[in-house]
């Protein structure tokens, strides 16, 4: 009975507390695992520094099979003029879904996420819904097309206005030799 004594002593107790500092410190607490707030932060982070990786690892296996078929070049491109905020954020024990404001090179849209919990406790993006798109884009990118069109055009006929044209002959006039 005498030990039980000791386990209430000051003594043990700051020697206790002293040993749970030191298993925090050294990372050997029981840590919780992040939820869904830090999944999208993980996640935007990865899209800023065009981390494709990063970014397809924290969805789920049928939603990356999915994301693996965007353009690489447009999605995953590195951007300094990236920012964002989680606008809306609500959460089940097994569900949450987010609506997030991007805003990129002067665009902005609102992409709704649909985050899960898996087998393992780690929250993972299952679907991303593009809802507000800011409508100066598509015009931005229809003016560029029409200005990369005009100026293929103008190539062609710089390249083409010393060469002689070739008439082709009518089928019916070699039908009658």
């Not at 299952?126 to 069109?149: H, I, L, M």
């Amino acid at each position: 009975m005498r030990w039980l004594n000791s386990l209430r002593s000051p003594g043990f107790r700051v020697g206790l507390f002293l040993l749970a500092c030191a298993m925090i410190a050294y990372g050997l607490w029981p840590k919780s695992k992040p939820g869904p707030r830090e999944t999208l932060t993980a996640f935007a982070s990865a899209l800023k520094d065009g981390h494709r990786d990063a970014a397809l690892a924290l969805f789920t296996p049928a939603a990356r099979a999915r994301a693996d078929q965007l353009p690489a070049a447009e999605t995953w491109t590195a951007s300094p003029k990236f920012d964002w905020r989680i606008v809306k954020l609500t959460q089940t024990e097994e569900q949450a879904t987010a609506t997030l404001y991007v805003r990129d090179s002067g665009y902005f849209v609102e992409p709704k996420l649909d985050l899960i919990r898996d087998e393992t406790g780690v929250w993972k993006i299952a679907t991303v819904e593009f809802g507000r798109v800011d409508p100066r884009y598509a015009s931005d990118q229809k003016r560029r097309a029409e200005a990369s069109d005009a100026a293929l055009a103008e190539e062609l006929a710089h390249v083409l206005q010393d060469r002689p044209t070739v008439l082709a002959a009518e089928p019916a006039d070699a039908a009658r030799q």
